[in-house]
């Protein structure tokens, strides 16, 4: 038994650290995001060519697995003109997996403005498939662990009695001559003589009866017990994973430009983390909370289910935005964040509110001049009243710009006389204001970010 505990703790766990899987280069996750925002492109086209569909939302993920194989999942949100068929809807998930390799209908997920999931038995038939595929890969693997076992044990005792035989068979007894325990012991090496070694000799030697030979021999099939002890707790490691890499971990970020891979903090937020992180940004300049949610885009957020979801509105709902967009920092804009929190809580998913990164608008007396705060107030409340994780980055920026001063912030922009959105070094100098955050409120999501020394901040 302790040979085979130990047999199954070096397949899970000793061997794949020996030989671990080499990660993705930076050519190829560039290239794959590449292809990504294109395959997403065109489902969003063929789909919304469909005769019943009116528009539709797609959100698609790839990733590269250990032999470089792309593999992804799909959400789309497709709004039809009149109640679908049941092969209206097989039919778009098939559309929409033939548009993509490595990609199967059962990994399309459906769902309407609602979050009502339209293709439900494709995906507990995906699911069931895949938890039975890793049962039987897990059988599969104790079993050839287990046949190597048994293999190499008689070989070590066939081995182990050939030498056993040139030694005194009455060796280890030191009870006179004419004890019985002697012809016992003799016959035992007869016996061994006569016969295959066996799995678990021990068992047989406690049938020979002697003083001082059977005490021996207890005394060592005791000593096996004690050892079983340690490796059973080995064992129980092979269920829980013991490192950051061993699991995965799904992040969502909802809100407006300022969150963009493009314009904002996305897609460095993304790259401060291990590969075993997939950050999914959701993010679309010019929304605020309320056009956001009313576009239907939470549905596609919540197919997800991701494991956190980072959620940063405020600057688009300020008056004269428009009343598609509008909202009041005491009263709407908190019930939309409040909506926020709860759907996502539902699914299992831990929100984070995040306040909005302030403009880089200064004052005659070269401090930062920020009509955001109250939005940023708000989300804090809210935070505080739903019992959530706040991320207060319009208080950090703030006090970045201040330290950097005018000449050096303006080095942030996206574009010239752009005080709202950020270039690289910009996108990584507002990270550096979130790492932290994570350390200190999320610990749990902090043992997946890199090692690596903050960013280079411009400066006067």
């Not at 199967?104 to 069931?128: F, M, P, W």
Request: aromatic share 6%; glycine share 8%; proline share 5%.
């Amino acid at each position: 038994m302790a040979v085979f505990v130990v047999g199954i703790f070096v397949g899970f766990r000793v061997l794949p650290s020996l030989f671990p899987v080499p990660a993705a280069s930076a050519q190829q996750l560039e290239a794959l995001e590449e292809s990504t925002g294109i395959l997403q492109r065109q489902i969003q086209h063929a789909v919304t060519a469909l005769d019943n569909v009116g528009s539709a939302d797609a959100q698609l993920t790839l990733t590269l697995d250990e032999k470089s194989r792309r593999k992804g999942k799909a959400v789309i949100v497709p709004h039809f003109r009149s109640e679908p068929t049941a092969e209206q809807i097989d039919g778009l998930a098939i559309l929409v997996a033939g548009l993509v390799d490595g990609l199967d209908s059962g990994d399309v997920t459906l769902i309407d403005g609602s979050c009502r999931h339209l293709n439900k038995k494709a995906l507990v038939a995906q699911e069931r498939k895949i938890f039975w595929t890793g049962i039987a890969i897990n059988v599969a693997k104790i079993l050839g662990i287990l046949a190597a076992l048994i293999t190499m044990r008689f070989i070590i005792q066939t081995v182990g009695t050939r030498r056993d035989l040139s030694k005194d068979p009455q060796g280890d007894c030191h009870c006179p001559s004419s004890h019985p325990c002697r012809d016992q012991a003799a016959r035992l090496v007869q016996s061994k003589q006569r016969s295959l070694p066996t799995l678990f000799p021990r068992q047989r030697l406690l049938q020979y009866r002697g003083d001082n030979f059977d005490r021996h021999v207890r005394q060592r099939w005791l000593m096996d017990k004690r050892l079983c002890i340690p490796l059973v707790l080995l064992t129980l490691s092979l269920f829980t994973p013991s490192t950051a890499e061993e699991a995965t971990i799904d992040i969502v970020l909802i809100g407006d430009s300022t969150v963009t891979d493009d314009a904002g903090w996305g897609k460095a937020f993304a790259g401060r983390f291990l590969d075993t992180v997939t950050v999914h940004n959701l993010a679309v300049g010019g929304r605020s909370a309320k056009s956001w949610y009313d576009e239907k885009r939470l549905p596609a957020a919540l197919a997800l289910k991701p494991d956190f979801a980072f959620i940063q509105f405020g600057h688009n709902g300020q008056p004269g935005k428009g009343p598609e967009r509008e909202t009041d920092p005491a009263t709407t804009y908190r019930d939309f964040l409040r909506l926020y929190v709860t759907a996502l809580r539902e699914t299992g998913t831990q929100p984070v509110l995040v306040s909005s990164v302030t403009r880089r608008t200064f004052g005659d007396d070269g401090k930062i001049r920020s009509t955001l705060t109250p939005r940023a107030e708000a989300a804090g409340a809210v935070a505080a009243e739903m019992q959530v994780p706040f991320i207060d980055l319009h208080t950090a920026s703030i006090a970045l710009h201040n330290e950097q001063g005018k000449a050096a912030s303006m080095l942030l922009n996206l574009k010239e006389n752009d005080r709202t959105h950020f270039n690289e070094a910009g996108a990584q100098a507002i990270t550096d204001l979130i790492v932290p955050e994570l350390r200190g409120q999320l610990p749990g999501l902090a043992a997946y970010l890199r090692h690596q020394e903050p960013s280079q901040h411009p400066s006067d």
